[in-house]
């Protein structure tokens, strides 16, 4: 067996890397005489039943990049074959820019300011890792591009929620921008500043208002981007720094004993890994360093998700993490100082842990492993140390109602309103509606920003009607779990199933080994 090969088996991020690769590489449409040549979206080039491409997808060219610089491609993927398919997503990016330097993920004309971002970084960091591999008129080509969607990053913003990944994301982007103006990293440097005003030395960002372990990772994956560009003499970087390894410690407390990770209790609900900013800052972080080691061991027997379970939207994204987090992985075994550590059911610490400043609600009871937040109608994993953070059925299936917690000797109480829980799914009028918009009202960006709010207003953020409420009590000790009042009106009944309800979003939901153990 060749050494690439032992450590291609026993790295956990190339062997999810290597398997999702045939996948990655399907999407895209290699037709040198396409008019999609480069489109990875599949649903817009090969079944042809959308009117947009979502401009995500070819966010893989970055992961492909590094796996070519890093010589970390599998031994049935030529190098040249690596680089084509790369191009040719960066290609096919360039197609997709509006004439204001914006591009979109869910529907025509959104000037989705993220989702922009991502494609000025994915520009910009294929020409840094292609290097010499890229002619000099692809690279001044792409340059005019990236310029036009840099510009789009200076002018604009978002105003549907405070959501901390995208303005890490914005931010990393605009470092890209250096050489063609000022205008890119001051506003790079202003989203930085105001980001470690957000995280105010508590070692968490918000999103959409609340805490969100998930999420976090992804917000840290950018956030270590923009570290890594920032000088060393730059006051900044130092105190970014120290706000990531804040982060780092924070979450530690939200990889469960059994391997799991993140869950009801998040903003978000989210329970994916991102595992990159661990990597990238292990060898000078302890902190770090301890959260990748268990990143690895949870990542290598499955119990989080990974990236072969998560769907086609959002592979891309975690793809080039998982291919960041294995170059920095190779880098340290190479170094001899990376390890895989199997996480820890108990840490020493204090017994409770409360968040409360900037709405985040979470509370972690080690006694027991009891993860609950208090602004997310209660949402609880409970357990006694032997179960291992089994998961207790959530008060409420629903949007956010401010609570209250207190303790009572070994027993935590949880006091929460219920609310509505929102079932409504999309039909033909509102989505032909939205299409409508698109091709009219949308070339308006106010009036497609107003809309845009209101959308994700009617799904995510706002709040259903109180119906009643619930006290739960739960002993630290046994992890018993006891219904001290329950208030519901006539025609309601409580359905205790033990198992995830949550108002569905697009990265919720998905499958990890750690379903199938309680």
């Known amino acids: 067996m060749s050494s690439f090969t032992h450590f291609a088996t026993s790295c956990p991020y190339l062997e999810q890397v290597h398997g999702a690769l045939p996948r990655i590489l399907g999407s895209i449409d290699l037709g040198e005489v396409s008019r999609t040549h480069g489109l990875a979206d599949r649903r817009r080039w090969a079944w042809r039943v959308s009117d947009f491409s979502d401009a995500t997808w070819q966010s893989s060219a970055v992961g492909l990049a590094v796996l070519v610089s890093s010589r970390l491609l599998p031994d049935w993927l030529p190098e040249h074959a690596a680089v084509d398919a790369t191009t040719s997503l960066a290609d096919g990016l360039r197609r997709l820019i509006r004439r204001d330097?914006?591009?979109?993920?869910?529907?025509?004309?959104?000037?989705?300011?993220?989702?922009?971002?991502?494609?000025?970084?994915?520009?910009?960091?294929?020409?840094?890792?292609?290097?010499?591999?890229?002619?000099?008129?692809?690279?001044?080509?792409?340059?005019?591009?990236?310029?036009?969607?840099?510009?789009?990053?200076?002018?604009?913003?978002?105003?549907?929620?405070?959501?901390?990944?995208?303005?890490?994301?914005?931010?990393?982007?605009?470092?890209?921008?250096?050489?063609i103006g000022d205008a890119g990293p001051a506003r790079a440097r202003h989203l930085l500043?105001?980001?470690?005003?957000?995280?105010?030395?508590?070692?968490?960002?918000?999103?959409?208002?609340?805490?969100?372990?998930?999420?976090?990772?992804?917000?840290?994956?950018?956030?270590?981007?923009?570290?890594?560009?920032?000088?060393?003499?730059?006051?900044?970087?130092?105190?970014?720094?120290?706000?990531?390894?804040?982060?780092?410690?924070?979450?530690?407390?939200?990889?469960?004993?059994?391997?799991?990770?993140?869950?009801?209790?998040?903003?978000?609900?989210?329970?994916?890994?991102?595992?990159?900013?661990?990597?990238?800052?292990?060898?000078?972080?302890?902190a770090a360093a301890a959260f990748a080691g268990t990143t690895r061991s949870a990542i290598q027997r499955r119990r989080v998700v990974t990236l072969e379970a998560v769907a086609d939207a959002n592979a891309p994204i975690l793809l080039t993490a998982y291919c960041i987090a294995a170059a920095k992985f190779a880098d340290s075994v190479a170094g001899e100082d990376a390890e895989i550590s199997a996480p820890s059911g108990a840490r020493v610490v204090d017994s409770v842990f409360v968040r409360r400043e900037g709405s985040s609600g979470v509370i972690v009871d080690l006694t027991d492993g009891t993860v609950c937040n208090f602004d997310r109608t209660g949402c609880v994993w409970t357990g006694p140390p032997a179960a291992r953070n089994a998961q207790g059925a959530m008060l409420a299936a629903s949007k956010d109602q401010p609570g209250d917690w207190s303790r009572e000797g070994d027993d935590l109480l949880l006091d929460v309103q219920l609310v509505d829980f929102d079932r409504r799914l999309p039909g033909s009028v509102s989505l032909a509606l939205l299409r409508i918009l698109g091709a009219t009202l949308f070339a308006s960006p106010v009036l497609a920003r107003l809309c845009k709010n209101w959308i994700v207003r009617l799904a995510f953020t706002s709040t259903g009607r109180t119906r009643g409420g619930w006290m739960r009590r739960i002993n630290g000790l046994s992890g018993r779990v006891e219904d001290s009042r329950i208030d519901l009106p006539d025609g309601f009944e409580v359905i205790d199933s033990g198992k995830e309800t949550l108002q569905p979003t697009a990265s919720r939901g998905y499958w990890s080994r750690s379903e199938t153990l309680h």
């Open 193 to 286: 500043e105001s980001l470690l005003e957000a995280e105010g030395n508590r070692g968490w960002w918000p999103e959409y208002g609340g805490f969100d372990p998930a999420y976090q990772t992804l917000c840290m994956r950018y956030l270590s981007l923009a570290h890594q560009r920032l000088s060393d003499s730059d006051p900044l970087k130092a105190d970014l720094k120290d706000a990531m390894s804040r982060g780092f410690e924070t979450l530690a407390w939200f990889m469960h004993g059994d391997g799991s990770f993140g869950g009801a209790y998040g903003r978000r609900g989210g329970r994916f890994l991102v595992p990159s900013a661990a990597e990238v800052f292990a060898r000078d972080d302890p």
């Open 101 to 179: 330097g914006s591009l979109e993920e869910a529907f025509p004309r959104e000037r989705s300011w993220c989702v922009t971002a991502l494609g000025a970084l994915t520009l910009g960091e294929v020409m840094a890792r292609l290097d010499d591999r890229i002619s000099d008129d692809t690279r001044r080509a792409w340059t005019v591009d990236l310029d036009r969607m840099t510009r789009f990053l200076v002018s604009g913003d978002e105003s549907h929620g405070v959501i901390s990944n995208h303005r890490a994301t914005v931010a990393a982007a605009l470092m890209h921008g250096a050489e």
